[in-house]
Antibody, heavy 121, light 110 residues
Framework: QLQLQESGPGLVKPSETLSLTCTVS??????????WGWIRQPPGKGLEWIGS???????YYNPSLKSRVTISVDTSKNQFSLKLSSVTAADTAVYYC?????????????WGQGTLVTVSS | EIVLTQSPGTLSLSPGERATLSCRAS???????LAWYQQKPGQAPRLLIY???SRATGIPDRFSGSGSGTDFTLTISRLEPEDFAVYYC???????????FGQGTKLEIK
């Protein structure tokens, strides 16, 4: 059973870059059967997909965040990461990492417990 | 961009009752690309249904999904106390591969 854990600063200043890492345990993430991604949830609101990265190295981002987001993966460390630049208070949210089946109908996924990131000076 | 609209926003029911949650897409969605999630306070979402109608591993058979095209439904046949939560539908758009969530339906105890 794979387990995911997000880590990173819980407080980021406006205009700075938010950086989070997702560490996976219980198995190797190095498989073309998976993709890895990030989703966020502002306090009291719904889920917003941020982006995904595939085994091939291809990345896809939410068009509303595309100019500020970078997702990368380090299979040797069983980790993948999120960077979101030029943050504002609107980026305050619980950030979840997700590892999921790559091919339809996407029969499984694993989520981290989430980490709250607050953007404030 | 496909928009998912869930209804109702809040559903108030009693344990033992049947719950019917709707997810409507602004364009036709392949059934293979439609999923339902359950989220309880302070927890990550949990995959309930994938491919519009297949239950994920470990999901009780009181949960069922149906629908096609633009209209999808999550049904909980007999509500248990632990089923009161927020439910989200999610669709995958293949070109480019992006994901979209509905705004959620809160299922609360009446």
């Amino acid at each position: 059973q794979l387990q995911l854990q997000e880590s990173g600063p819980g407080l980021v200043k406006p205009s700075e870059t938010l950086s989070l890492t997702c560490t996976v345990s219980g198995g190797s993430i190095s498989s073309s059967s998976y993709y890895w991604g990030w989703i966020r949830q502002p306090p009291g609101k719904g889920l917003e997909w941020i982006g995904s990265i595939y085994y091939s190295g291809s990345t896809y981002y939410n068009p509303s965040l595309k100019s500020r987001v970078t997702i990368s993966v380090d299979t040797s460390k069983n980790q993948f990461s999120l960077k979101l630049s030029s943050v504002t208070a609107a980026d305050t949210a619980v950030y979840y990492c997700r590892l999921a089946a790559r091919l339809p109908p996407f029969p499984f996924d694993y989520w981290g417990q989430g980490t709250l990131v607050t953007v404030s000076s | 961009e496909i928009v998912l609209t869930q209804s109702p926003g809040t559903l108030s029911l009693s344990p033992g009752e049947r719950a019917t949650l709707s997810c409507r897409a602004s364009q036709s969605v392949s059934s293979s690309y439609l999923a339902w999630y359950q989220q309880k306070p302070g927890q990550a979402p949990r995959l309930l249904i994938y491919g519009a109608s297949s239950r994920a591993t470990g999901i009780p058979d009181r949960f069922s999904g149906s629908g096609s095209g633009t209209d999808f439904t999550l049904t909980i046949s007999r509500l248990e106390p632990e089923d009161f939560a927020v439910y989200y539908c999610q669709q995958y758009g293949s070109s480019p591969p992006v994901y979209t969530f509905g705004q959620g339906t809160k299922l609360e105890i009446k």
